[in-house]
């Protein structure tokens, strides 16, 4: 008996231990992230759908550096935006090809701001494929029918966080090629 009632005593007189302080949202603090997160997601999501890429036209290819393990060419693109703001261009990617064959490729900081459905003129730097370059020289020097070529890659936006990819095919006359002539969508 005595050791039941030292007992009771001695649990009597312990102070509860307080609980641990929880950290977190809370109810209400979970439904205010859902609401924001709800509210902000179809922003985003806007100005990813909104974007159309730009429209890439090859008008020139002019020789910079021609040697047997590297080619470079300096391509005049012409970049159309088809959007109704600013395009605001910080990096593309380029591949072109004629007739079928790749030829060049490159890429690398743009850093331009395209007027609403402006276009401007831009001189990129591309490294040529030898061998895809041999196949094409005897077949251009033939050519009295325009060339067909086809302008691939991709144009990173503002801040980088949206890539459109882009890949438009024309015309043209093997002179206007070399001269940097009109330009054909």
């Keep these: 008996m005595l050791s039941v009632l030292l007992v009771s005593s001695l649990t009597a007189r ?15 603090g979970v439904f205010a992230l859902l609401v924001l997160m709800t509210g902000l997601l179809p922003g985003c999501a806007s100005l990813v759908e909104s974007w159309k890429a730009p429209e890439v036209a090859l008008i020139g290819l002019q ?8 080619q470079v060419f300096i391509a005049t693109l012409a970049v159309k935006n088809p959007n109704d703001r600013t395009l605001p261009i910080k990096a ?14 490159g890429g690398g900081a743009l850093d331009r701001q395209i007027p609403a459905f402006g276009e401007t003129t831009v001189d990129v730097e591309v490294i040529g494929s030898l ?11 033939l050519k009295e029918r325009p060339l067909n070529w086809t302008v691939s890659g991709t144009a990173t936006l503002a801040g980088g966080l949206i890539t459109l990819p882009y890949r438009y095919s024309g015309k043209i ?3 206007e090629l070399t001269a940097g002539g009109p330009r054909s969508f």
Excluded: I
């Excluded at 312990?14 to 209400?28: D, M, N």
């Excluded at 020789?63 to 590297?70: I, M, Q, V, W």
């Excluded at 061998?131 to 020097?141: I, N, S, Y």
């Design 14 to 28: 312990a102070s509860p231990r307080p609980e641990p302080r929880r950290r977190g949202l809370g109810g209400a």
């Design 63 to 70: 020789p910079k550096e021609l040697g047997l393990t590297r």
């Design 92 to 105: 593309m990617t380029y591949r072109l090809a004629l007739e079928g064959q790749d030829v060049a490729e």
């Design 131 to 141: 061998l895809g370059l041999l196949q094409q020289l005897p077949v251009l020097a």
């Design 173 to 175: 006359d093997a002179r």
